[in-house]
Nanobody
Framework: VQLQASGGGLVQAGASLRLSCAASERTFSTYIVGWFRQAPGKEREFVASINWSGGSTYYADSMKGRFTISRENAKNTVYLQMNSLKPEDTAVYYC?????????????????WGQGTQVTVSS
């Protein structure tokens, strides 16, 4: 499956952005999807994961309460709503997918990756 991440941009601290991850296949509705991010000079970091139905989600502690992952399987799309953005949220955000049940928070558990979308938060 091919993934296309979009929605990034340059915003001020406190603003919101919604990222989208669009998939090329209808079978995307059976995939676990995760969002990761990588800031310059830092390792890739888990952000959030959602199961195939959207009924279960999991977040990194630092994102809880500010970020929301959701999906619209009819549109083969997963979203990441990011509120109250901080300068430390600046990174390239990637979506990833893998088949299976449950949730995944480790990058190695994902088989397919999108190209990334840049999020820059100014202070």
């Amino acid at each position: 499956v091919q993934l296309q991440a979009s929605g990034g941009g340059l915003v001020q601290a406190g603003a919101s952005l919604r990222l989208s991850c669009a998939a090329s296949e209808r079978t995307f509705s059976t995939y676990i999807v995760g969002w990761f991010r990588q800031a310059p000079g830092k390792e890739r970091e888990f952000v959030a994961s959602i199961n195939w139905s959207g009924g279960s989600t999991y977040y990194a502690d630092s994102m809880k309460g500010r970020f929301t992952i959701s999906r619209e399987n009819a549109k083969n799309t997963v979203y990441l709503q990011m509120n109250s953005l901080k300068p430390e949220d600046t990174a390239v955000y990637y979506c990833a997918a893998t088949q299976g049940y449950g949730l995944r928070s480790t990058g190695a558990d994902y088989d397919y990756w999108g190209q990334g979308t840049q999020v820059t938060v100014s202070s």
